[in-house]
């Protein structure tokens, strides 16, 4: 990991988006302490529920009930590539970072200045934490995750129906770079340069700091 990198901003944010607040405040109004952090053995079976219950009760796009699977978990937390937050030591939400599998997947990226894309995927936010900026805090780390080890853009896959995951990224400034039809679902992908800054955050007063204890 390259310490020596400057980092992104990640915004102060409270239930009460467009408000400013300290980590103090963010964690008051959630209930507890919020925290990022690498994945490690023990959190398998938690993380394997987690998604195994927002499968079962929302909409999801390519993922069924032997998709993720707890063995491909088990290789994300293996292999370092699998991030979480969590709140007073509950897992509420997970995303899987690092290398792209399969560069040549999709052929209409944009931005020749991305020499050594990473990318996330299998992001989920836990039913009863929606709403709340966690999936965009959690989105915010993974960038800083990848920038630090190195990758100087990302490149996504996002499902075309998926409104809310279209939203979040359009407003961290991520490019659309046009559909691709994979697996039968028709997705967008999606590219960022990570030596650019961040799009809007929750707050208008360029008050953030990176919190992660």
């Not at 490149?155 to 490019?175: E, T």
């Not at 770079?177 to 929750?202: F, H, M, N, Q």
Request: with cysteine; net charge positive.
């Amino acid at each position: 990991m390259c310490m020596s990198r400057a980092k992104y901003p990640l915004p102060k944010i409270n239930s009460n988006f467009g408000l400013c607040g300290t980590p103090d405040q963010y964690n008051k109004n959630l209930g507890g302490k919020v925290k990022y952090r690498p994945t490690q053995t023990n959190d398998l079976d938690e993380i394997h529920q987690l998604y195994s219950d927002v499968i079962a009760n929302s909409q999801t796009w390519g993922w069924d009930k032997h998709y993720p699977s707890k063995e491909m978990i088990q290789k994300d937390i293996e292999s370092h590539e699998l991030y979480c937050v969590e709140v007073n030591k509950q897992i509420i939400a997970v995303c899987q970072a690092g290398k792209i599998k399969d560069p040549n997947e999709v052929k209409n990226w944009q931005d020749k200045s991305i020499k050594n894309p990473g990318a996330f995927a299998r992001i989920t936010v836990h039913l009863d934490w929606r709403g709340k900026g966690i999936g965009k805090y959690l989105t915010q780390h993974i960038l800083n995750t990848l920038y630090e080890h190195g990758f100087d853009g990302v490149r996504i896959k996002v499902a075309k129906d998926n409104l809310v995951a279209r939203k979040l990224y359009d407003s961290l400034g991520f490019n659309n770079c046009g559909e691709v039809r994979l697996w039968d679902i028709d997705w967008l992908a999606y590219e960022k340069s990570l030596g650019k800054e961040l799009g809007t955050p929750y707050c208008s007063n360029s008050n953030f700091e990176k919190y992660d204890n």
